[in-house]
């Protein structure tokens, strides 16, 4: 997978090469990228899977950057856990040890299913110790995720800590991962497909996808500002059409918006897909 833009694929591309790359029935105009991350540093990548092109890199610059996954990194962390047999199915359950963690949804006993629908951190930070530090950086490897780098703490280094990811990075992921080109087996690959699934839109697209929420700092140690960190990445098919695109961002200057970053990169992505036609 190329990330260098061919001509039907820009940075940002006119409306009419997007109809033409997407098959659109018209020309339309392209979603107004600076509108729908509304001041935020954002980055928005689409790739299609069935052509094997570029479609969109919007902010190059942003898309190249490093960040942490936060949770997005239960996605690879699925396929580990689904491959070695440490989860057999999307049942598979562990206990609440009874600490509260200030979210009802994850204040309980979770399955596998509902660890990724609710994004549980628990969850994963028992995952992690049952693979083992020299597991997951065999597979991080295999994957080619980010910067491999676990010196962060086996159930720490995703959580903005050791462990960053570009937004181009995590597209080559999930077209490996979507393509079924990981070093896991077939089983691993179906779980973790089933446990991404979120919805399948009134227009007949179907949608997998995982969100991430973070945050970064700015100004001096005693004028520290959080900003935002979000993500949503995934896949979009309908009919022999398929994209797996990624969404990035991170706040400019303190949000009103108090929702998880993961929950507005959730929402930039769903109505830039919906202006294009992709849901």
Same mark, same amino acid.
């Given at each position: 997978?190329?990330?260098?833009?061919?001509?039907?694929?820009?940075?940002?591309?006119?409306?009419?090469?997007?109809?033409?790359?997407?098959?659109?029935?018209?020309?339309?105009?392209?979603?107004?990228?600076?509108?729908?991350?509304?001041?935020?540093?954002?980055?928005?990548?689409?790739?299609?899977?069935?052509?094997?092109?570029?479609?969109?890199?919007?902010?190059?610059?942003?898309?190249?950057?490093?960040?942490?996954?936060?949770?997005?990194?239960?996605?690879?962390?699925?396929?580990?856990?689904?491959?070695? #047999?440490?989860?057999?199915?999307?049942?598979?359950?562990?206990?609440?040890?009874?600490?509260?963690? #200030?979210?009802?949804?994850?204040?309980?006993?979770?399955?596998?299913?509902?660890?990724? =629908?609710?994004?549980?951190?628990?969850?994963?930070?028992?995952?992690?110790?049952?693979?083992?530090?020299?597991?997951?950086?065999?597979?991080?490897? #295999?994957?080619?995720?980010?910067?491999?780098?676990?010196?962060?703490?086996?159930?720490?280094?995703?959580?903005? *800590?050791?462990?960053?990811?570009?937004?181009? =990075?995590?597209?080559?992921?999930?077209?490996?991962?979507? %393509?079924?080109?990981?070093?896991? *087996?077939?089983?691993?690959?179906?779980?973790?497909?089933?446990?991404?699934?979120?919805?399948?839109?009134?227009?007949?697209?179907?949608?997998?996808?995982?969100?991430?929420?973070?945050?970064?700092?700015?100004?001096?140690?005693?004028?520290?500002?959080?900003?935002?960190? #979000?993500?949503?990445?995934?896949?979009?098919?309908?009919?022999?059409?398929?994209?797996?695109?990624?969404?990035?961002?991170?706040? %400019?200057? %303190?949000?009103?918006?108090?929702?998880?970053?993961?929950?507005?990169? %959730?929402?930039?992505?769903?109505?830039?897909?919906? =202006?294009?036609?992709?849901?």
């Amino acid at each position: 997978m190329s990330l260098a833009p061919s001509r039907r694929s820009s940075i940002p591309i006119a409306g009419c090469a997007i109809a033409l790359a997407l098959a659109w029935p018209a020309c339309a105009a392209e979603p107004d990228f600076a509108r729908l991350f509304a001041g935020r540093d954002g980055c928005f990548a689409l790739y299609d899977v069935k052509a094997n092109k570029l479609v969109v890199r919007y902010n190059p610059e942003r898309c190249a950057k490093r960040v942490s996954p936060c949770s997005t990194f239960k996605v690879p962390l699925a396929l580990m856990a689904f491959d070695r #047999g440490v989860l057999v199915d999307e049942n598979s359950a562990m206990k609440w040890d009874g600490k509260k963690s #200030g979210r009802d949804a994850w204040d309980r006993d979770q399955t596998a299913a509902t660890w990724m =629908e609710n994004s549980v951190v628990w969850f994963s930070q028992r995952l992690t110790p049952q693979l083992g530090i020299e597991t997951v950086k065999s597979y991080l490897a #295999g994957f080619d995720f980010g910067n491999q780098d676990m010196s962060g703490g086996l159930t720490t280094a995703w959580l903005e *800590s050791s462990m960053t990811i570009s937004p181009d =990075e995590q597209l080559r992921f999930w077209e490996k991962f979507w %393509r079924e080109e990981l070093p896991v *087996s077939k089983h691993a690959f179906a779980m973790t497909k089933k446990i991404t699934l979120v919805d399948t839109s009134a227009s007949g697209w179907t949608l997998h996808g995982k969100t991430g929420s973070g945050a970064t700092g700015a100004g001096g140690p005693r004028q520290k500002i959080v900003l935002g960190l #979000g993500w949503y990445v995934g896949h979009v098919g309908k009919g022999d059409r398929e994209y797996v695109f990624v969404t990035n961002y991170s706040d %400019r200057v %303190r949000s009103s918006d108090t929702r998880p970053g993961g929950w507005v990169a %959730r929402d930039i992505a769903k109505k830039i897909l919906t =202006e294009m036609g992709l849901y």
